[in-house]
């Protein structure tokens, strides 16, 4: 029981500054916050129970809908997850194609990350401008995969189709365009008063407490850590291109607006190295265990016939083991854990994930500060609850 | 890199390291579950290995497979040195695990979540509720047999079938 002087104060779980079905129960003193405890679990749908009774492919589309701002990020962790188990030799085409996508994605969700957490805040413009540039990149999810949002462009071993002619000139006029766009941003909002007001000394975590509480990814980096899973890490052919780790020392939500301006500059830069790299070859793996033929080939040949036939109706079966594999996704370190008991089905996926961490220390950013900051808060620490309840 | 580790822990912990073996390049340590905050507590503050990042705290049901039937896992990351280890404890359905709350604060959450799932218990911890369900849920649904769905009688005369609220395994007998 909290004492007589504090007051409850219940915030959402329809809030549109919740970004989602978040609840936080507020105890406040006068418009000071004592405690904020997150409730979360409206948006559970049993993802991970679902894939236990799916095949691998199957599962697959499940992971877009986790953190649907950034749905190839979740296929690469799942994907990379099952052909570090099997050990599976990628095609450096679909490498380039991975890298080159997974870095639109991390774009496309910190624009909505900065439209969304500026409007709270009260830059109501942003959000136009921000989702005016998402939707370019919308459309290349769309030209590649045919799916806006619910890609499922990766699959185990590769890429489901081969990029489209012009994928090349539609990429560098987003890296034309592109630039300028964050410039902008950085004019509206960077310099200006109320938006320093707001956000400066808001919200401060300390390294070490950082570290502690689990954050990763941008808040991690805003705090001053220089932790970047493609730099400690590389997986795909990260360690192929040049960028910089975007840190900044302030760890308060000023600081964590400006570390996701810089990813976005970083996340250009090697879009810019990787789009004149992409090689000619196959997209997808050629070991027909995993993935099926070329389609015109199973109408004419019987042995591809066969294998397109098993891998439709048994699937692949990984052998025996559990991996961890983890990526860098625009929220943080996003993990899978996979366990195989040889089947076609896996027997336990688990994600880790990083919005589901990074709200578990809202009270830390939120203790002692005011009403309005618990807005801001939320925003920098951008969740989404899709991938919070899974 | 993986090499030294294992050294190290087995220079120091190996009476209390049950088994210890590298799969895909990680390191998997099996260690008993009343040892673990031990372990931990010495992985994370050795000045050579420094696993100060706890990453992600999970379990596996192995019913019927296996016995102790749960096996919990903490994959621990080494900022400093990029390093990993997955940690592993094997546990019954009634023995609780010592929390890891008093050593790394997002601890609390993620065993909350494997409370909540798979119903394993750990002695320690502030606040062991369920965390996505609802409080009034009955079962655990990570666990292999809880079922991911039912059926619904085709054909009753009884109200008592067709009322599928009181037939869902998950309500329990006390949902009037």
């Given at each position: 029981?909290p004492?007589?002087?504090t007051m409850?104060?219940?915030?959402?779980p329809?809030?549109?500054?919740?970004h989602?079905v978040?609840?936080?129960?507020l105890?406040l003193?006068?418009e000071?916050?004592?405690?904020a405890s997150p409730?979360i679990g409206?948006?559970h749908?049993g993802?991970?129970?679902?894939?236990?009774?799916k095949?691998?492919?199957q599962a697959?589309t499940m992971?877009?809908?986790m953190?649907?701002?950034?749905?190839m990020?979740?296929?690469?962790v799942?994907?990379?997850a099952?052909?570090?188990?099997?050990?599976?030799?990628?095609?450096p085409r679909?490498?380039?194609?991975?890298?080159i996508?997974?870095?639109?994605?991390?774009?496309?969700?910190?624009?909505v990350?900065?439209g969304t957490?500026?409007t709270?805040?009260?830059a109501m413009?942003m959000l136009l401008?921000?989702f005016?540039e998402?939707?370019?990149i919308?459309?290349?999810?769309?030209f590649v995969?045919?799916?806006?949002?619910?890609s499922s462009y990766?699959?185990?071993g590769?890429?489901?189709?081969?990029?489209p002619?012009?994928?090349?000139k539609?990429?560098?006029e987003?890296?034309?365009?592109?630039p300028?766009?964050?410039?902008?941003?950085?004019?509206?909002?960077t310099?200006n008063?109320?938006?320093r007001?707001?956000?400066?000394?808001?919200?401060?975590?300390s390294a070490?407490d950082?570290?502690?509480a689990?954050?990763s990814?941008?808040?991690l980096?805003?705090?001053g850590?220089a932790?970047?899973i493609r730099?400690?890490n590389?997986?795909?052919?990260?360690?192929?291109?040049e960028?910089?780790i975007?840190?900044n020392?302030?760890g308060?939500v000023?600081?964590?607006?400006?570390v996701r301006?810089e990813?976005?500059?970083?996340?250009?830069?090697?879009i810019?190295?990787?789009i004149?790299?992409?090689?000619?070859?196959?997209y997808?793996?050629?070991?027909r265990?995993?993935?099926?033929?070329p389609?015109e080939?199973?109408?004419?040949?019987?042995?591809?016939l066969?294998?397109?036939?098993?891998?439709?109706v048994?699937g692949?079966?990984p052998?025996?083991g559990?991996?961890y594999?983890?990526i860098?996704?625009?929220?943080g370190?996003?993990?899978?854990y996979i366990v195989?008991d040889?089947?076609k089905?896996?027997?336990?996926v688990?994600?880790?994930?990083?919005?589901?961490v990074?709200i578990?220390?809202l009270?830390?950013?939120?203790k002692?500060?005011?009403?309005a900051?618990?807005i801001?808060?939320?925003?920098?620490i951008?969740?989404?609850l899709?991938?919070?309840d899974? | 890199?993986?090499s030294a580790?294992?050294e190290?822990?087995?220079?120091?912990y190996s009476?209390k390291?049950?088994?210890?073996?590298?799969f895909?390049d990680?390191?998997n340590?099996v260690?008993k579950?009343e040892?673990?905050?031990?372990?931990?507590r010495?992985?994370k503050?050795?000045?050579d290995?420094?696993f100060?990042?706890l990453?992600?705290?999970?379990?596996?049901d192995?019913?019927?497979?296996?016995q102790?039937r749960?096996?919990?896992?903490y994959?621990?990351?080494?900022?400093?040195n990029?390093y990993?280890?997955i940690l592993k404890?094997r546990v019954?359905?009634?023995?609780a695990?010592?929390s890891?709350?008093s050593?790394w604060?997002?601890a609390?959450?993620q065993e909350?979540e494997v409370?909540d799932?798979?119903?394993?218990?750990?002695?320690?911890?502030?606040?062991l509720?369920r965390?996505?369900?609802?409080?009034?849920?009955?079962?655990?649904?990570q666990r292999?047999?809880?079922?991911?769905t039912?059926e619904?009688?085709?054909f009753?005369?009884s109200?008592d079938?067709i009322?599928?609220?009181?037939?869902?395994?998950?309500?329990?007998?006390?949902?009037?």
């Amino acid at each position: 029981m909290p004492e007589a002087k504090t007051m409850i104060l219940n915030m959402g779980p329809q809030h549109p500054a919740t970004h989602g079905v978040l609840r936080v129960i507020l105890e406040l003193d006068g418009e000071t916050v004592v405690k904020a405890s997150p409730v979360i679990g409206y948006l559970h749908t049993g993802i991970e129970k679902n894939m236990e009774a799916k095949t691998y492919t199957q599962a697959l589309t499940m992971t877009d809908r986790m953190d649907y701002l950034a749905p190839m990020s979740n296929n690469l962790v799942y994907a990379g997850a099952i052909e570090k188990l099997m050990q599976v030799e990628i095609p450096p085409r679909a490498e380039y194609v991975r890298v080159i996508m997974t870095e639109l994605t991390r774009i496309a969700s910190h624009l909505v990350w900065l439209g969304t957490h500026a409007t709270d805040i009260g830059a109501m413009s942003m959000l136009l401008y921000c989702f005016r540039e998402r939707e370019k990149i919308i459309q290349m999810y769309e030209f590649v995969s045919g799916v806006r949002m619910m890609s499922s462009y990766f699959r185990v071993g590769g890429l489901a189709k081969d990029i489209p002619d012009g994928f090349d000139k539609r990429v560098k006029e987003i890296l034309d365009t592109f630039p300028g766009r964050i410039n902008e941003y950085e004019g509206l909002l960077t310099e200006n008063k109320i938006w320093r007001n707001r956000t400066e000394n808001v919200g401060v975590i300390s390294a070490e407490d950082a570290v502690n509480a689990g954050l990763s990814g941008p808040n991690l980096r805003a705090s001053g850590v220089a932790w970047d899973i493609r730099k400690s890490n590389p997986y795909s052919y990260y360690d192929k291109f040049e960028f910089d780790i975007a840190t900044n020392d302030k760890g308060d939500v000023y600081g964590r607006y400006l570390v996701r301006l810089e990813e976005m500059r970083q996340s250009l830069r090697i879009i810019d190295q990787a789009i004149d790299g992409i090689p000619e070859g196959p997209y997808i793996t050629e070991d027909r265990k995993i993935a099926p033929p070329p389609k015109e080939r199973v109408l004419k040949g019987m042995e591809e016939l066969i294998h397109h036939f098993k891998l439709v109706v048994h699937g692949f079966q990984p052998p025996e083991g559990d991996v961890y594999f983890s990526i860098e996704s625009p929220k943080g370190e996003i993990g899978c854990y996979i366990v195989s008991d040889g089947s076609k089905k896996p027997y336990r996926v688990h994600f880790r994930p990083p919005s589901f961490v990074n709200i578990s220390a809202l009270n830390r950013l939120v203790k002692g500060r005011m009403v309005a900051d618990v807005i801001a808060c939320i925003g920098s620490i951008d969740i989404v609850l899709g991938e919070i309840d899974r | 890199m993986v090499s030294a580790v294992e050294e190290k822990l087995k220079k120091e912990y190996s009476d209390k390291i049950q088994e210890m073996f590298t799969f895909r390049d990680d390191l998997n340590v099996v260690v008993k579950p009343e040892h673990l905050p031990e372990i931990c507590r010495y992985l994370k503050t050795d000045q050579d290995l420094k696993f100060n990042f706890l990453s992600c705290i999970t379990a596996v049901d192995y019913l019927g497979r296996r016995q102790p039937r749960f096996e919990i896992v903490y994959m621990l990351f080494s900022i400093p040195n990029h390093y990993r280890i997955i940690l592993k404890t094997r546990v019954d359905e009634n023995d609780a695990v010592p929390s890891l709350t008093s050593l790394w604060e997002t601890a609390d959450w993620q065993e909350r979540e494997v409370f909540d799932m798979f119903g394993l218990k750990f002695s320690g911890h502030p606040n062991l509720t369920r965390i996505i369900m609802d409080d009034d849920w009955v079962g655990h649904p990570q666990r292999k047999d809880f079922p991911l769905t039912y059926e619904l009688p085709q054909f009753s005369f009884s109200r008592d079938d067709i009322d599928t609220r009181a037939n869902a395994p998950w309500r329990g007998d006390n949902d009037a």
